[in-house]
Nanobody
């Protein structure tokens, strides 16, 4: 089992940058495949970016070229670097973990709010 705690959200102007962090508990973090999701008011939760235990990455088309997901297994932390932010990026961002690629994300953080002003 793993517990996840996000941090780094806040208010930023359009065009700005922010980095989200997700700290994980447990000794097997390096075995987990990690994802960043977001949910805007009135919208469904969507997968923004993911990184496998081996370091392979996935990005939603809406963030490709602007967001970068990375992980530091020595710190049990996954990051989401967000550049060129747009008002439509405003959402609650969640970190999630799953053991197997293609499996269900079983573990979730509490979320961190990002607000991008125009």
């Amino acid at each position: 089992q793993v517990q996840l705690v996000e941090s780094g959200g806040g208010l930023v102007q359009a065009g700005g940058s922010l980095r989200l962090s997700c700290a994980a508990s447990g000794r097997t973090f390096n075995r987990y495949n990690m994802g960043w999701f977001r949910q805007a008011p009135g919208k469904e939760r969507e997968l923004v970016a993911a990184i496998s235990s081996g370091g392979s990455t996935y990005y939603a088309d809406s963030v490709k070229g602007r967001f970068t997901i990375s992980r530091d297994n020595t710190k049990n932390t996954v990051y989401l670097q967000m550049n060129s932010l747009k008002p439509e990026d405003t959402a609650v961002y969640y970190c999630a973990a799953r053991m197997f690629v293609g499996g269900e994300y079983r573990y979730w953080g509490q979320g961190t709010q990002l607000t991008v002003s125009s």
